[in-house]
């Protein structure tokens, strides 16, 4: 069951150049600054309010966070829903004819467990489900 909207993950080119605008400009305070390797990202994240903003800059051009940025520039990229159960909600998305582009769920940032549906059958919303490790 989704419990609530996690995080929203925002594409960068450098998080040290857009920091500055989170923090100053709009007084958020930067919590978190990690690399996940598997997906050849840097996150920042910013509390806001329940949830949180992930900045995300690719560390290599084979990230998928480079491509997207390549072929839509910087801006939103996905939105995270928590779920209690990662494998539950996997089996029922996929029961109801979504697209997986994870199947099996892979630790992302914050040593939460991941996995994505794919845009194509979202309504064009890259989406997120996240738990925390069993």
């Known amino acids: 069951m989704i419990t609530?909207?996690?995080?929203?993950?925002i594409a960068v080119r450098s998080i040290e150049e857009v920091l500055p605008y989170y923090e100053k400009a709009l007084g958020l305070t930067c919590e978190k600054i990690e690399f996940v390797d598997s997906q050849k990202v840097k996150t920042a994240f910013l509390k806001v309010g329940d949830l949180h903003l992930e900045l995300l800059e690719a560390t290599?051009?084979?990230?998928p966070i480079a491509k997207f940025i390549k072929k839509n520039g910087e801006g939103v990229h996905h939105i995270a829903f928590h779920v209690d159960d990662i494998h539950s909600q996997?089996?029922?998305a996929s029961a109801e004819g979504i697209r997986l582009i994870n199947e099996v769920p892979?630790?992302?940032a914050k040593e939460k467990l991941v996995a994505?549906?794919?845009p194509k059958s979202t309504h064009g919303v890259l989406t997120e489900f996240c738990s925390q490790k069993d």
Not at 4 to 9: R, T
Not at 60 to 63: F, L, Q, V
Request: glycine share 10%.
């Open 4 to 9: 609530n909207v996690d995080h929203i993950g």
């Open 116 to 118: 994505f549906l794919h």
């Open 106 to 108: 892979f630790e992302g």
């Open 60 to 63: 290599s051009p084979e990230s």
């Open 90 to 92: 996997l089996k029922k």
